[in-house]
């Protein structure tokens, strides 16, 4: 069948396809990629942390112990081990919960869009943080909703300034978000954290305007200096936050496990909408995996791992980048915040600086809508510490070459 065959089916599609299909893939961005460019695009972890060694002794333990069980439908005692896992580790971070209010799923991109089944109808309002993580930002279209912009500083989410947001819509009769999406730890792409004090200022923005917190935080167990402030379902009593999480960042992203962490009549509904998204083989594997302190100490490697990076990478920039240039310093996470000088297009210079050797995601790529012209993500997740240096450098010719004014000296 070519092309113009299957263009006469597309009115089979459904309304939502039919109005979002001009959008780009989900993961298109993996495609800004180059073989001889340093890929500080990518906000993948680097591929020496996987822990393959351990993952085969556990798999082959897993069914040793647990023989066909380890891949029948739910799996065996190991899957149905791994939510007490998730409970305890959430309690040493300051979260209560039970074993019932915690739903599997298949990482944390399923999380997000098993939240927006359960909550969201077409038409309603979601805030999200400007700017924000495109894959949820592709999620959210999905289900027809209004995306509205939430100003961020470099302490995150201005609080403040949503709730002049907040009280002027209800001024003036404008709808009211039903979610709000936060990644209140290293936030992808600025790397900044929310403080303590925005945590709760939120949580009482949100029972006064009767919203729900979605809180993603993947990157929370991956700081580099500091300590964490409490996550935000954590100083929840109202039930109103939905805490997600994944396996992505402090295993690898390919075990495909995440979780959510919310009421239990949430999570009965999670369960109900979200059927058949629940890992088995690999939550019985991680189960296995973490035991003995395992995941406690690969955390700790992880860490030391991009510790080095992270620095490598402020090292990088203070030396090389042109005067006008500004940049986050994150404490933890895989992400740094780039503003470029004035008559940069962040976009626009995306081939020449791919030319130089290096890749980059624009910030535009982070907004629901124009904004971030003047942005890049660079992550430092990815490559060997050597790299970093290397791919900025590159940037900083490519910056250099777009705005003349600044000249070619350091
Ligand atoms: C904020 C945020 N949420 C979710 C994800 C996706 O996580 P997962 O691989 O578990 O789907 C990422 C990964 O890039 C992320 O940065």
């Not at 979260?95 to 309603?124: E, K, M």
């Not at 009767?210 to 964490?228: A, H």
């Not at 791992?305 to 310093?329: F, K, Q």
Request: net charge negative; glycine share 10%.
């Amino acid at each position: 069948m070519d092309g113009s065959e299957s263009d006469d089916l597309d009115h089979l599609f459904s309304e939502t396809v039919r109005e979002t299909m001009d959008g780009s893939v989900y993961g298109a961005w993996r495609s800004i990629r180059d073989a001889d460019a340093v890929p500080l695009s990518f906000g993948f972890p680097y591929p020496e942390s996987f822990p393959n060694g351990e993952l085969v002794s556990a798999a082959e333990s897993l069914f040793e112990y647990e023989g066909d069980r380890a891949l029948q439908y739910g799996g065996g005692e190991y899957a149905d081990a791994l939510p007490a896992v998730i409970v305890e580790r959430a309690r040493d971070r300051g979260i209560d919960c039970t074993t019932s209010q915690v739903h599997l799923t298949n990482g944390a991109t399923n999380a997000i869009d098993t939240a927006c089944q359960t909550f969201l109808d077409r038409g309603d309002t979601v805030f999200v943080e400007a700017p924000t993580f495109m894959g949820a930002l592709r999620l959210f279209r999905n289900y027809g909703v209004d995306i509205e912009d939430c100003e961020m500083d470099e302490n995150g989410l201005d609080v403040e300034a949503l709730a002049a947001d907040l009280a002027a819509r209800e001024e003036a009769g404008d709808p009211l978000p039903k979610l709000l999406y936060t990644i209140p730890n290293f936030h992808n792409p600025t790397g900044v954290t929310l403080p303590e004090g925005r945590r709760e200022r939120l949580l009482e923005l949100a029972e006064t305007y009767d919203f729900l917190v979605l809180e993603d935080d993947p990157y929370g167990q991956l700081r580099y200096d500091g300590t964490e402030p409490p996550p935000i379902r954590a100083l929840d009593g109202t039930g109103r936050a939905i805490r997600i999480n994944t396996f992505s960042k402090t295993v690898a992203p390919g075990v495909r496990t995440g979780w959510i962490i919310a009421e239990e009549p949430f999570v009965e509904q999670f369960d109900r909408i979200n059927a058949g998204g629940e890992p088995s083989y690999t939550r019985g594997l991680i189960a296995r995996y973490a035991e003995e302190g395992r995941l406690d100490r690969a955390i700790e490697e992880l860490c030391a791992g991009y510790r080095e990076r992270r620095d490598r990478m402020m090292e990088s920039l203070a030396d090389r980048m042109p005067p006008g240039t500004t940049w986050s310093e994150p404490d933890g996470g895989f992400f740094v915040w780039v503003e470029f000088p004035e008559g940069v297009d962040a976009e626009g210079m995306l081939p020449d600086a791919i030319d130089e050797g290096v890749t980059y995601l624009p910030g535009s790529f982070f907004y629901a809508g124009d904004n971030g012209t003047r942005h890049a993500r660079l992550s430092f997740s990815h490559v060997p510490p050597a790299a970093i240096d290397e791919g900025i450098a590159a940037l900083a010719t490519a910056v250099r070459a777009e705005v003349p004014a600044i000249g070619a000296g350091d």
